[in-house]
C-alpha cells in the first residue's frame, strides 16, 4: 500500500471508506425499512404534489415525485438528495486534500523532491479519489439491490448500476474540481468552498431550471442533469450524459496538471 | 540542448551545482537577487544568512519547487525546473521545515518515498538508522523534534544521491548526532559526492564545510574558503580585571569595538588577534574572563556591512 502515490492515499482513507461504506448501507436499509409504509399509499403523492411546482421539481431535481413505487421512492429518498450530498462532500474533501492537504501540511514538499512529477502526482491523486468514490457508490449500490429485494422495491439491477456510474462520475466532476483548485492555489479551504458552492448553485439549476423558463437553457450545463436529467433509476444509462461528465472531468484533471506544473510550491 | 545535458550520469566537468544571475522575486519583494554560485565534486558548502535573507528561497529553487524570475539553476547540466524529476534522481533533500507523514511509522514512510525513487534501499537505511539512533518503528506523531530530524535525513541520505540540499540540518539534533551527521557528510563528500547546506549560524557549519558563501537581503555577498572566514571571525572578549588598566595596552591590530571602564575591558578581536590579546591581558591580575565567538551576523556586519547596506 506504500507502493506509489495513489495506493498509499487510498490506505490513508482506509478507515473513512470504511466507515462512510457502512453509513451508507445503513442508510439505504434505514429508507428501505420505511418503504412498506410508503408502498401502495397516494397519501404522501398527495402532500408532494400540493407544493408549488417550483418546490417540487427542486426538492425531487427535477424527476418528479412518485413515493409509491419502488424505484420513485429510492430516487426521491436517496438519489435525488441525500446520495449526491453525500457522494460529494467526500468527493470534494478529498480532492481538496489531495494536492492542497498535502501542501498544507508540507508534504508536498517530500514527494516532489523525489522524481516524480507532478503530473503523475495529480493522476495518481485523482485514481485514489475515483477509488473511493466508486467504493462509496458500490457499497450504496448494492445495498440498494439487496435492500431493494427484501422490501419488494421491484428495482432493475441495470438501472440501479446505471445510478450509481452516474452518481459516481457527478461525484467526480465536483471532486476533479475541488482537485484542481487545490492544485491551482494550494489552499484546502478554497478547494473545498469554491466546488460546495458551485455544487449548491448547479444543483438549484437543475432543480429550478424545469419551471423557470430563463432558466432552462442552462439547467443541460448543470452536472446533476447530466446525473439525473435522464432518470436513470427508470431508464438506466444515458450515454451522452456519461461522454459529457467524463469530458467534464477529463477537462478538470488536464487543467489541474497544467496550473500545478505552473505554480510556485511556496510551503 | 547543449552537449552537457544529454550526459548526466558520467559527466566529468559538469559542476552538480551551477547558479547563474539567478533572482526571485515574490511580488515586488526581492527574495533572491543576481547570485551566481558554482559548486563542485566532492564538497561541502556552507549557505549561511539571517533568517529571512534568501537561503531558503535559493535551495527551493534548486529543487524546483520554485521558478526563477530571472537567471538559472542547473543541477548536473539540467534546469532545476523544467528537468526536476530527473535532477531528483540524484538529489537528496531535508527541508527547513520538516514535514512527515505523522500517521506513518518511520520505516513506513521511508518505504513510501523510497519506493517513490524506485526502491528502498533496506540495508541503507538499517544502516543510516543504527548511526543516527533513529527509532523507525514508531509513529511519527510521536516522535520528538530531533528524532522526526533524523528520519528526514535518512531520507536524504537513503537513496545515495551525488547531491545533498540541507536546509538547516542540524537544528533541534543533540551534539552526538550533529557529529554523526557531520561525519555522514564527510563521507559523502570523500566518497565524489556534493552537499549545499544552509545555516544561521556558524558554528553549525564550521566543522564539516569547505567553502561557505554568505547571503544576506537575497544577495551573495561573499564566497569564502571556511578557513580564511575563521581567521577573521570575530570573538568577544570581556575581562574584569583587579585594578583599572591601560587602554593602550590593547591597541592590537585585529581588535576593534574597544571599550575599557575602569577594571572593565570588553572588545571584539578577529581570531589572529586573540594570541596577541591574550598576552596583553595576563600581564594584569584577571578577575574574570570571557570569550565568545561572536554570531555570524555580528562577524558579517564587521567585514560585509556596507555591502550589504549596499545590497538593501
Redesign the interface.
Known amino acids: 500500500m506504500?507502493?506509489?502515490?495513489w495506493t498509499?492515499t487510498v490506505r490513508?482513507q482506509r478507515r473513512a471508506l470504511l466507515a462512510w461504506s457502512a453509513a451508507l448501507v445503513l442508510l439505504v436499509g434505514m429508507y428501505a425499512g420505511f418503504y412498506p409504509s410508503f408502498h401502495g399509499s397516494n397519501s404522501y403523492n398527495d402532500l408532494i404534489n400540493q407544493m408549488p411546482k417550483a418546490l417540487r421539481d427542486l426538492f425531487t431535481a427535477g424527476a418528479g415525485g412518485d413515493l409509491s413505487s419502488g424505484p420513485g421512492y429510492i430516487y426521491m429518498e436517496m438519489l435525488s438528495f441525500m446520495a449526491p450530498t453525500l457522494l460529494l462532500v467526500f468527493a470534494i474533501g478529498a480532492g481538496a486534500q489531495a494536492v492542497a492537504g498535502e501542501e498544507e501540511?508540507?508534504?508536498l514538499?517530500?514527494?516532489?523532491?523525489?522524481?516524480?512529477?507532478r503530473a503523475r502526482l495529480v493522476i495518481d491523486k485523482w485514481i485514489a479519489l475515483a477509488l473511493g468514490a466508486s467504493i462509496l457508490a458500490s457499497a450504496m449500490g448494492v445495498a440498494i439491490v439487496a435492500f431493494g429485494a427484501a422490501v419488494g422495491m421491484g428495482l432493475s439491477t441495470v438501472n440501479v448500476v446505471a445510478s450509481m456510474v452516474h452518481l459516481i462520475l457527478l461525484a467526480l466532476v465536483f471532486g476533479s474540481f475541488a482537485l484542481l483548485v487545490g492544485a491551482a492555489t494550494g489552499r484546502v479551504a478554497l478547494a473545498r468552498g469554491i466546488p460546495a458552492a458551485v455544487a449548491v448553485v448547479a444543483y438549484l439549476v437543475n432543480g429550478f431550471g424545469v419551471t423557470v423558463s430563463w432558466l432552462t437553457p442552462v439547467r443541460k450545463l448543470s452536472p446533476f442533469f447530466q446525473y439525473v436529467g435522464h432518470d436513470p433509476i427508470r431508464t438506466g444509462f444515458s450515454l451522452g450524459a456519461i461522454l459529457i461528465a467524463a469530458a467534464t472531468v477529463m477537462v478538470l484533471v488536464v487543467g489541474a496538471v497544467r496550473l500545478l506544473r505552473?505554480r510556485?510550491?511556496?510551503? | 540542448m547543449e552537449p552537457e545535458s544529454q550526459d548526466t550520469r558520467t559527466d566529468g566537468d559538469v559542476p552538480p551545482v551551477r547558479i547563474t544571475s539567478l533572482t526571485k522575486k515574490?511580488g515586488g519583494f526581492h527574495a533572491v537577487r543576481d547570485v551566481s554560485l558554482e559548486l563542485e565534486r566532492g564538497e561541502v558548502f556552507g549557505y549561511l544568512g539571517p533568517n529571512g535573507a534568501g537561503k531558503t528561497t535559493t535551495l527551493?529553487i534548486l529543487?524546483?519547487?520554485?521558478?526563477p524570475t530571472s537567471g538559472s539553476a542547473r543541477l548536473f547540466g539540467l534546469d532545476a525546473w523544467s528537468a526536476?524529476?530527473?535532477v531528483?534522481?540524484r538529489?537528496g533533500?531535508v527541508?527547513g521545515?520538516v514535514?512527515?507523514?505523522d500517521?506513518?511509522t518511520g520505516w513506513?514512510m521511508l518505504?513510501?518515498?523510497g519506493?517513490?525513487?524506485?526502491g528502498l534501499e533496506t540495508g541503507q537505511v538499517r544502516l543510516l538508522a543504527k548511526r543516527l539512533d533513529a527509532n523507525l518503528s514508531r509513529q511519527l506523531h510521536t516522535l520528538s523534534k530531533g528524532n522526526r530530524q533524523k528520519i528526514a535525513i535518512i531520507?536524504a541520505l537513503m537513496g545515495r544521491p551525488d547531491l545533498l540540499v540541507l536546509d538547516e540540518p542540524t537544528t533541534g539534533l543533540d551534539p552526538l548526532v550533529q557529529q554523526q551527521v557531520h561525519e555522514l557528510l564527510r563521507e559523502h563528500a570523500a566518497a565524489g559526492g556534493t552537499a549545499l547546506l544552509s545555516s544561521h549560524v556558524l558554528s553549525e557549519v564550521q566543522l564539516v564545510a569547505d567553502r561557505i558563501g554568505i547571503i544576506r537581503s537575497g544577495r551573495l555577498v561573499t564566497v569564502e574558503r571556511l578557513d580564511e572566514l575563521r581567521r577573521k571571525s570575530l570573538h568577544h572578549v570581556q575581562v574584569t580585571f583587579a585594578q583599572p588598566v591601560d587602554p593602550v595596552l590593547f591597541a592590537i591590530e585585529g581588535v576593534r569595538d574597544l571599550d575599557v571602564n575602569g577594571v572593565l575591558m570588553s572588545c571584539a578581536a578577529s581570531q589572529d588577534a586573540l594570541d596577541p590579546l591574550l598576552r596583553a591581558i595576563t600581564l594584569h591580575h584577571v578577575v574574570d574572563l570571557s570569550c565568545e565567538e561572536a554570531s555570524l551576523d555580528d562577524t558579517f556586519l564587521a567585514f560585509y556591512g556596507n555591502g550589504a547596506a549596499d545590497a538593501s
Open positions: 506504500l507502493r506509489d502515490v498509499k490513508d501540511r508540507h508534504t514538499e517530500l514527494l516532489l523532491a523525489t522524481p516524480l512529477t505552473r510556485d510550491i511556496t510551503g | 515574490f527551493r529543487l524546483g519547487f520554485l521558478r526536476a524529476p530527473d531528483h534522481r538529489v533533500y527541508p521545515d514535514a512527515l507523514y500517521r506513518l513506513e518505504t513510501y518515498l519506493n517513490l525513487r524506485g531520507q
